[in-house]
């Protein structure tokens, strides 16, 4: 059992390693069931809910597995809210399911805590690891090991209305002060905006690193380092100074994808999920979608990925890991990525698909080698919030950006030394 006091006064990452000290010690290898012995073995499969069509083509990568391995049943549970909570703690109780969705942003802290299972040993030559793109995969990996494979991804790629551009006679900027100058040209008064922002870190975490700075060192905040300040102004500026930019909510839409599908922006940075919203609810509008301009000279974009992870405290851990290898291997991997939601995060697949050649998502495959995934360290979550509690205040004009990033750096790090 885990000790009372150390539930009572321990951190969440202390609680999980605890309990996860609690279950490998009650789950010896003679409970584990083998797939070679001609049983049947059920094992449980979590992850968040997601789209109607995307929830049926996941159903259809489970059927196929399940076919292709007749010993094996796998159970999928959806967890509709408050994921990462009830994940921790159904682990933290040892109910904790054998493989489960584990986003990038939350795989540094939990793989400190030691409830998931390094895959090395399972993953052999056929395995293929290094076709995974390796800014992904280097999201899941720690000291050496690791502790997820991503089922998919997507980049950020700059999202532009053709017809905007052809009458405003512009061409598509590939670099920042382009985007910036075309921008003018774009700008209807306070009907169309040049650019739509998201005046958010998850977004803006590249630009703030691009001028060599580090806006988190060593798991802290750094946002006063002179080279993130500098290299966020002109964000800031384009919306107060220049009057070229605008986040959704100040012309009625919930974010940058709906906002550029009604018309309100020329141009905003997003990624492979707003391609079939735009489909979907925007069927007329004509857009195109290139690389995320480059600053300095720089290619730069962000990339988000989920992988499938293994619980460390499972007993059915060799099923459980031929059907990680499944999901994320070439066959399951290209069923799964077959309709678009997902960019496949092998190499090998995008190619056989034709993503990389793509008209719209070929520039979002591109930008995988060079991507800053959204992942840094076990305390972002904390380092995220404070950072964009301070920086929405100047990008209305309410305070300077230095002040504002001043107190969000000393919020997040005392948050952090509180811990």
């Known amino acids: 059992m885990l000790n009372k006091k150390l539930l009572a006064g321990a951190s969440m990452a202390a609680m999980l390693f605890g309990s996860i000290l609690t ?54 549970e959806v967890i509709a809210d408050q994921y990462m909570d ?21 795989a540094p802290g939990l793989i400190e805590t030691g409830v998931l299972e390094p895959l090395d040993e399972y993953a052999g030559e056929d395995f293929d690891v290094a076709d995974f793109e390796k800014p992904l995969l280097e999201a899941f990996q720690n000291d050496g090991k690791t502790y997820g494979f991503p089922k998919g991804y997507s980049t950020l790629g700059l999202f532009y209305n053709k017809k905007m551009f052809a009458d405003a006679g512009v061409e598509v900027p590939k670099t920042w002060d382009e ?93 492979n ?16 979608i290139a690389e995320v301009p480059s600053i300095n000279g720089k290619q730069g974009t ?48 995008a190619e056989k698909l034709g993503y990389d050649k793509d008209e719209l998502r070929g520039a979002l495959v591109a930008g995988a080698p060079y991507a800053t995934v959204w992942a840094d360290g076990t305390n972002l979550p904390i380092i995220f919030n404070n950072f964009n509690n301070q920086f929405v205040s100047a990008y209305l004009g309410e305070r300077p950006l230095d002040e504002a990033l001043k107190e969000a750096e000393e919020t997040a790090n005392k948050e952090i030394d509180a811990q």
């Open 23 to 76: 279950g490998c010690s009650g789950g010896d290898s003679s409970k584990e069931t083998s797939t070679k012995d001609g049983e049947k073995v059920e094992i449980t499969l979590a992850g968040w809910g997601s789209s109607p069509e995307e929830s049926e083509l996941l159903k259809q990568v489970l059927a196929d597995f399940e076919e292709s391995h007749p010993n094996i049943k796998v159970k999928h």
């Open 302 to 349: 962000m990339a988000f990925t989920v992988s499938y992870v293994m619980n460390a405290a499972s007993e059915k851990k060799e099923a459980s890991w031929e059907l990680i290898s499944y999901l994320t291997g070439k066959e399951g991997m290209e069923t799964w990525t077959s309709k678009g939601f997902e960019l496949p995060s092998r190499k090998s697949v």
């Open 179 to 271: 985007l910036r100058e075309v921008s003018k040209s774009l700008t209807k008064g306070k009907d169309v905006y040049g650019f739509g922002q998201n005046p958010e870190l998850a977004r803006t975490y590249f630009i703030a690193n691009s001028s060599g700075g580090q806006a988190v060192k060593e798991n802290k905040a750094n946002f006063t380092d002179p080279k993130v300040v500098e290299s966020l102004q002109p964000y800031v500026d384009q919306h107060l100074v220049d009057k070229t930019a605008a986040q959704p909510n100040e012309v009625g839409a919930g974010w940058t994808g709906e906002m550029f599908g009604q018309g309100k922006a020329a141009m905003v940075i997003e990624g």
């Open 273 to 288: 999920w707003a391609i079939p919203f735009l489909d979907s609810t925007f069927p007329d509008i004509d857009y195109g």
């Open 86 to 106: 009830v994940m921790k703690t159904r682990l933290i109780g040892g109910e904790g399911p054998d493989v489960f969705y584990l986003d990038a942003f939350e």
